[in-house]
């Protein structure tokens, strides 16, 4: 397992909420801010996981997923926002991408 801190970047109410837990977090408020701190983040080398709101995910979902498959970056996981509408996750999907089969 690698070891290295936790981010959330979302809006401020879960960066809010995560930092009571002491975890950094970031406000993220348009796309542009978001590619940015992904980026700057996953190069970052003390960074293990990087949290992010669907709304976030959303708008640079492109990013995530260039991110995801580098080989040493961080583990990006996106959890429901406040206002997301949230749907199951086909694991099978991701793994065969994953896995360049699908």
Do not use: C, H
């Amino acid at each position: 397992m690698r070891k290295g801190k936790i981010v959330i970047l979302g809006d401020r109410y879960a960066v809010n909420a995560f930092g009571m837990l002491g975890v950094e977090g970031f406000v993220v408020e348009n796309a542009d801010d978001a590619e940015k701190r992904l980026k700057t983040l996953s190069k970052s080398g003390d960074i293990a996981l990087i949290i992010v709101t669907k709304d976030v995910a959303d708008m640079v979902q492109d990013v995530i997923d260039s991110i995801s498959m580098s080989p040493g970056a961080p583990v990006i996981t996106v959890i429901p926002s406040m206002w997301s509408d949230v749907k199951p996750v086909d694991a099978a999907a991701l793994l065969k991408k994953a896995l360049g089969v699908g």
